[in-house]
T-cell receptor, first 119, second 112 residues
Framework: SAVISQKPSRDICQRGTSLTIQCQVD?????MFWYRQQPGQSLTLIAT?????????ESGFVIDKFPISRPNLTFSTLTVSNMSPEDSSIYLC????????????????FGPGTRLTVT | GQQLNQSPQSMFIQEGEDVSMNCTSS?????WLWYKQDPGEGPVLLIA?????ELTSNGRLTAQFGITRKDSFLNISASIPSDVGIYFC????????????FGQGTILTVHP
C-alpha cells in the first residue's frame, strides 16, 4: 500500500481565512480523494481529483469553497476557503490502489488527516 | 444518496470479550469494507468482502458479506486493549460506483 503524508497535521485558524492542505503520496496514483470528518461523525467524500482534469465534487460541496489542485500523480491540495467554525473537521486524503477483487472500484488508502479548528 | 446504518454506536467491553458490530443499507453494494481508525490517524483497511455470503477472517477479526448484499457484520474475538478505536463499515458500488459510502462508526473501548 502507498505511504501518504499530509501537511499540516493540525491547525487553528481564524474565521474568514483560508487554509491549504497538502497530500503527498510515495508512488504515482490515478485517483486521489478528499474527505471531511466532522467531530464525532463519519467520513464524507468532498471530491475526487484526477490528474489533468477538474476535480469532481459531491453534492453539497462546491469548488469556490473547496478548490482542489492535482498538478501531478503524487500530489494534491485542498483549500478550505473563507472558513467558519462549521468547517472545523478532520480533512483526509485518500489514494486509489488496485481494483477491488470484485472488479468494482478501486482500493483506497488514507492519509493521517489534517485536524482543523476554526475559531 | 446511499446510506449505511452502523450499530452499535459505542461499546464498552472487558479485555478478552468478543465484539460484534454490523451495518445495513437500503441499497446493494459490490464491495463491503471494514476500517479501523486510531486517534489522530486515518482509517486503515481491516477486511474487504467481495461476494454475497462471503465470510473472511483476518486474525481475530471475522467479517461477512450479507446474502442480500445490503448488510455486513464484523466480529472481534478475545479483545485486547489495542483494539480500541473507531470501526467503520464502508460500501462500494451500487449507485455510487467507485466511491465509498461510510457508516457512522462504532467506538470501541476495551477495559484491561
Amino acid at each position: 500500500s502507498a505511504v501518504i503524508s499530509q501537511k499540516p497535521s493540525r491547525d487553528i485558524c481564524q474565521r474568514g481565512t483560508s487554509l491549504t492542505i497538502q497530500c503527498q503520496v510515495d508512488s504515482q496514483v490515478t485517483m486521489m480523494f478528499w474527505y471531511r470528518q466532522q467531530p464525532g461523525q463519519s467520513l464524507t467524500l468532498i471530491a475526487t481529483a484526477n490528474q489533468g482534469s477538474e476535480a469532481t465534487y459531491e453534492s453539497g460541496f462546491v469548488i469556490d469553497k473547496f478548490p482542489i489542485s492535482r498538478p501531478n500523480l503524487t500530489f494534491s491540495t485542498l483549500t478550505v476557503s473563507n472558513m467558519s467554525p462549521e468547517d472545523s473537521s478532520i480533512y483526509l486524503c485518500s489514494v486509489s490502489g488496485g481494483r477491488w477483487a470484485s472488479g468494482s472500484g478501486y482500493e483506497q488508502y488514507f492519509g493521517p488527516g489534517t485536524r482543523l479548528t476554526v475559531t | 444518496g446511499q446510506q449505511l446504518n452502523q450499530s452499535p454506536q459505542s461499546m464498552f467491553i472487558q479485555e478478552g470479550e468478543d465484539v460484534s458490530m454490523n451495518c445495513t443499507s437500503s441499497s446493494i453494494f459490490n464491495t463491503w469494507l471494514w476500517y479501523k481508525q486510531d486517534p489522530g490517524e486515518g482509517p486503515v483497511l481491516l477486511i474487504a468482502l467481495y461476494k454475497a455470503g462471503e465470510l473472511t477472517s483476518n486474525g481475530r477479526l471475522t467479517a461477512q458479506f450479507g446474502i442480500t448484499r445490503k448488510d455486513s457484520f464484523l466480529n472481534i474475538s478475545a479483545s485486547i486493549p489495542s483494539d480500541v478505536g473507531i470501526y467503520f463499515c464502508a460500501g462500494e458500488g451500487g449507485t455510487s460506483y467507485g466511491k465509498l459510502t461510510f457508516g457512522q462508526g462504532t467506538i470501541l473501548t476495551v477495559h484491561p
